[in-house]
T-cell receptor, first 112, second 117 residues
Framework: EAGVVQSPRYKIIEKKQPVAFWCNPI?????LYWYRQNLGQGPELLIR????????DSQLPKDRFSAERLKGVDSTLKIQPAELGDSAVYLC??????????FGPGTRLTVL | AQTVTQSQPEMSVQEAETVTLSCTYD???????LFWYKQPPSRQMILVIR??????QNATENRFSVNFQKAAKSFSLKISDSQLGDTAMYFC??????????????FGTGTRLTIIP
């Protein structure tokens, strides 16, 4: 069984530029999560989807971050414009009905 | 709000020895899930073991086992016969069960474990 797939693995951009991350969850998993992990810390939830509905986006900085999960499968997380403080690892995870979460390899974003 | 504390930033142990990683948490809930995740340098967060709070029996997965003390709000991870591949960052995490409307993982700050050959 394929795991959670994320791309790209690495991204380096100049500040004020836009960036997008893509996630394909484990087949059949209806719940999808985006986490941000700052250096030396544990991940923190940005947004949680159940199917195509964002059910918890309370920690998503909505002035510059947006996300979508069309058709309840793949998801895209976007930052526009990026700031220096956005440098982090962005992790996608999925679960079946809110059970144990399985993570993808993450995208390391560097904003210069 | 729930909090998770890992008081050991770094640990090291000789290969084949046993090591125990500590985790404490704070919650007013009675039913919840606890997890240990492993994050090697490749960055992928790998689920090691899970424990449901309503289960009194400690979870085990091969060389990994937990000591779950609900009253003390303690959830330690024991790794037996440690291997070089166990070298990684280990995160303890808390989550409310499904259908409680708060199914996000709350992580500790992690313990960096190094297995010495």
């Amino acid at each position: 069984e394929a795991g959670v797939v994320q791309s790209p693995r690495y991204k380096i951009i100049e500040k004020k530029q836009p960036v997008a991350f893509w996630c394909n969850p484990i087949s059949g998993h209806n719940t999808l999560y985006w986490y941000r992990q700052n250096l030396g810390q544990g991940p923190e939830l940005l947004i949680r989807y159940e199917n195509e509905e964002a059910v918890d986006d309370s920690q998503l900085p909505k002035d510059r971050f947006s996300a979508e999960r069309l058709k309840g499968v793949d998801s895209t997380l976007k930052i526009q414009p990026a700031e220096l403080g956005d440098s982090a690892v962005y992790l996608c995870a999925s679960s079946l009905q809110g059970d144990a979460q399985y993570f993808g390899p993450g995208t390391r974003l560097t904003v210069l | 709000a729930q909090t998770v504390t890992q008081s050991q930033p770094e640990m090291s142990v000789q290969e084949a020895e046993t090591v125990t990683l500590s985790c404490t948490y704070d919650t007013s809930e009675n039913n919840y899930y606890l997890f240990w995740y492993k994050q090697p340098p490749s960055r992928q967060m790998i689920l090691v073991i899970r424990q449901e709070a309503y289960k009194q029996q400690n979870a085990t997965e091969n060389r990994f086992s937990v000591n779950f003390q609900k009253a003390a709000k303690s959830f330690s991870l024991k790794i037996s016969d440690s291997q070089l591949g166990d070298t990684a960052m280990y995160f303890c995490a808390f989550m409310m069960p499904p259908n409680f409307g708060n199914e996000k993982l709350t992580f500790g700050t992690g313990t960096r474990l190094t297995i010495i050959p």
